[in-house]
């Protein structure tokens, strides 16, 4: 997202209409610390950024296994 603020924060404020589901007060009234909050909850990271990591192939291939879908 490169850019000035306000391209930027149109950007921002459109991601959160679509993705939080936020009105654009909602979005305005938040302050970067609640955006940075929700966002990583949303990505399942902690505190420190850490998250859980990513299914392994093996664990995709199980899955398939045991869910097919045609």
């Keep these: 997202m490169a850019g000035n603020f306000a391209e930027t924060a149109l ?7 679509w ?3 936020w009105s654009a007060d909602q979005f305005w009234s938040a302050t970067p610390a ?21 299914p392994s192939r093996a664990d995709i291939d ?3 296994e045991l869910y097919p879908d045609g």
């Excluded at 950007?11 to 209409?17: S, T, Y």
């Excluded at 940075?36 to 950024?49: C, Q, S």
């Design 11 to 17: 950007q921002l404020a459109g991601l959160a209409g």
């Design 19 to 21: 993705h939080l589901g």
């Design 34 to 54: 609640e955006m940075e909050i929700v966002v990583r909850a949303m990505l399942g990271a902690d505190a420190e950024g850490g998250g859980d990591a990513p």
């Design 62 to 64: 199980r899955l398939m």
